[in-house]
């Protein structure tokens, strides 16, 4: 996986997934931000995507990984910051056309949906895909 330094961040329901997604990331020999939940206690998916939009603002990384039940919630609350654009994925091939065409900066995945291997497989591409640019540039501009 190509990008050294990536934060993590998830709801309850993505805290198993999370850490088995950092177990892989550093077994790759990727430096991770834990940015939690750290328990499978109740805690609120929009909090959590504000600490992950709160590091990349930050200046800490510049790519993440956001994990709820199903994805949606925490990436519809992370793309209320200007500077994220996160991704839902259920397979490799949107990790790696979010990368090409949406220069794409932050995975999330619902781990009551995808099984943690093809979660894996989303991050080792979304990470390792560069941006296409071209035409694909202008579009990203007007997301921001
Ligand atoms: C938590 O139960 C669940 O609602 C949350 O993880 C997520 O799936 C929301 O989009």
Known sequence: MT?????????HAGYDLKQALIREFEATGGTAIDLGTHSADSVDYPDMADVL???????????????????????IAANRHRHVRAA?????TSARLTRLHNDANVLALGARLVGSEVAKDCLRVFLETEFEGGRHARRVAKLG
Not at 88 to 92: I, L, M, R
């Open 53 to 75: 939009a709160r590091c990349m603002a930050d200046g800490r990384t510049d790519r993440g990984v956001i994990v709820c039940g199903t994805g949606i919630g925490i990436a």
């Open 3 to 11: 990008s050294a330094l990536v934060a993590f961040a998830a709801d």
């Open 88 to 92: 839902v994925c259920h397979d490799v």
